[in-house]
């Protein structure tokens, strides 16, 4: 298997280096959010129950696809590693061994789907919405291999610092899930409405046409993969035992992102019993979360690229001069985004719903978040600098076990309980998750401090012999 060059850009690392491979991962995580922001606003236009069927099916198969993203995630500081030695028949070879382990990831997350009206049942979900939720999901299916697939070749691409040709495949893809979903799901062009099985097939479409212009720009140009040598090479090594040791090397990535996700989710579920306003309040602090931590986030992932390349190519300055930038920018993007947070925390709420109750109940979530933000950028920061130094384990179970061990229980005896006085609500879950933060950050910055200079972390290259995965 061969590639023409693999290396990965001329050595050297600045801010400048670390924005141009950043930025254009944060417009594609944009583009990716706005998927869900369209197929939900479009399926609130079918009517309740069609945003209710859309909902029910996407609490199913996303938390499947969450932790399938995180498995194949280690395709970054794998084939980062990798390029930076130069290996070229191993770079190929990598990817192939990642795209199987996506396609026959998505194949059985598909395969899940189909049972999906049994488990509908018996969590009971309202009988009306059932019906609709398997009908959305009938189509969803046949996509998941497909976005299985592009996400695989994108880490591919991201690996090298091609971050901008994803972008605009995500962009483009974003934008074909919006008009086909008012095509198929509203009826145009002289088809019959679909309904929300309509923004399932919309989603599967786009999910196979991302795929196929990723796939283009990974088999084509001066860096491309040479598909049949490679499929060759892997075929020759054993791509079983190379798939499931890909997919081991991964399994603490995807169970990282699994279990954040579920900390979210039990918190959000606790909140829920107190109340509409209460859940309300939470969801629109959590959102203003997700959307501050965006940049850090990708300034994060960038210095996953950055250090992953700079280790295998044996530059240990740039791995020091990535791990300061890659902090620092994110550090000093966090503080502005949160120092903006704090005071438009008034503001932002009416953004979202024109009751007074709801602006009470978030206004102090959002000023906690604003706070809590660095800690956050900290932990975020420090595990994608760890995967890049090739520790795919601290940075799941560091952040797990304060998440559960601490911010939850701690979260229930102060927020439901008042264990420690009156029960504090959403506040207290939100501060007892602050606790686990800050748990998190300093412990895996000991991590990563210590990690950075032990001698095992030294850059180094394989013999031609070492396994590739």
Request: charged fraction near 10%; proline fraction near 6%; charge should be positive.
């Amino acid at each position: 298997m061969s590639s023409a060059d693999p290396r990965p850009a001329a050595a050297g690392v600045s801010f400048r280096s670390l924005l141009r491979v950043s930025l254009p991962l944060a417009v594609t995580q944009l583009a990716q959010v706005g998927n869900g922001v369209a197929d939900t606003v479009m399926a609130g236009h079918l009517g309740t129950v069609s945003l209710a069927a859309v909902a029910a099916g996407a609490a199913l198969w996303l938390p499947m696809m969450i932790f399938l993203i995180g498995l194949l995630y280690v395709l970054v500081p794998v084939l980062g590693h990798l390029r930076g030695q130069t290996q070229a028949g191993a770079v190929a070879e990598t990817a192939v061994v990642g795209v199987t382990l996506a396609l026959v990831g998505g194949g059985v997350i598909g395969l899940l789907l189909l049972a999906a009206g049994p488990v509908l049942r018996m969590i009971g979900v309202a009988p009306d919405v059932i019906p609709e939720t398997e009908a959305y999901l009938r189509w969803i299916v046949p996509g998941m291999p497909g976005a299985a697939l592009f996400i695989a070749l994108r880490y591919v691409l991201e690996s090298a610092g091609m971050t901008g040709r994803v972008t605009l495949v995500a962009l483009v893809g974003a934008v074909a899930n919006a008009v086909l979903n008012a095509v198929l799901m509203f009826g145009a062009l002289g088809l019959e409405p679909m309904g929300v099985a309509g923004c399932g097939l919309a989603t599967t479409l786009s999910n196979w046409g991302c795929a196929a212009a990723v796939a283009i720009m990974v088999v084509s140009g001066k860096d491309g993969i040479a598909p049949v040598q490679a499929i060759t090479a892997a075929w020759a090594r054993g791509l079983g035992r190379s798939v499931i040791a890909l997919a081991a090397k991964g399994l603490p990535i995807g169970l990282g992102f699994l279990s954040d996700y579920l900390v979210m989710t039990v918190v959000a579920m606790f909140i829920a019993t107190l109340g509409a306003v209460p859940i309300a309040g939470h969801q629109i602090a959590f959102n203003v979360m997700t959307v501050l931590m965006m940049v850090p986030l990708s300034l994060s992932m960038g210095g996953t690229i950055l250090l992953s390349q700079a280790r295998g190519a044996g530059r240990p300055g740039d791995v020091g001069a990535v791990i300061r930038f890659t902090l620092m920018l994110a550090l000093g993007v966090g503080a502005i985004l949160a120092i903006l947070a704090f005071g438009s925390s008034a503001l932002v709420p009416r953004l979202y719903s024109p009751d007074p109750a709801i602006h009470a109940a978030s206004e102090p979530l959002i000023r906690i978040v604003a706070i809590l933000l660095p800690l956050n950028v900290i932990v975020v920061g420090t595990g994608s600098l760890l995967r890049g130094l090739g520790n795919m384990s601290a940075p799941f179970v560091i952040p797990a076990a304060a998440h559960w061990l601490v911010s939850l229980p701690l979260g229930y005896a102060i927020g439901m309980a008042g264990v420690f006085g009156s029960p504090l609500g959403a506040p207290g879950w939100w501060g007892a998750f602050g606790a686990g933060l800050l748990i998190a950050a300093l412990v895996l910055s000991l991590r990563l401090f210590r990690d950075a200079r032990s001698p095992s972390m030294s850059p180094s290259r394989p013999r031609p012999t070492e396994k590739n995965t």
